[in-house]
């Protein structure tokens, strides 16, 4: 049973961090490009970073300087470090699961919440 598991949401201050995690369980993790998307509320989801298999990574405009994607093969784990967060930044937080390969599925994660708020 393939999982994503999303941890290190919550509440936090304009100016305050986040680490987020997400746990894959189920793929065979290297076969994956890695992502955090976010949503909210009336809002379309949408890109927040990705990372390749072999660890190149983008990201959106709006949190270019900000947020950065890791992940480590190893343990199966991709994260987002949050940094400098705007009250703008509240959402729900997706991890996803890109596939490399056309026969694979991807992956949703079922989100966290992050709410930037005084």
């Known amino acids: 049973q393939v999982q994503l598991a999303e941890t290190g949401g919550g509440l936090v201050q304009p100016g305050g961090s986040l680490r987020l995690s997400c746990a894959a369980s189920g793929i065979i993790f290297n076969m994956y490009h890695m992502g955090w998307y976010r949503q909210a509320p009336g809002d379309q989801r949408e890109l927040v970073a990705r990372i390749t298999t072999s660890g190149s990574t983008n990201y959106a405009d709006f949190v270019k300087g900000r947020f950065t994607i890791s992940r480590d093969n190893a343990k199966k784990m991709v994260y987002l470090q949050m940094n400098s967060l705007k009250p703008e930044d509240t959402a729900v937080y997706y991890c996803?699961?890109?596939?490399?390969?056309?026969?694979?599925?991807?992956?949703w994660g079922q989100g966290t919440q992050v709410t930037v708020s005084s």
């Open positions: 996803t699961a890109d596939p490399t390969l056309a026969r694979l599925s991807g992956y």
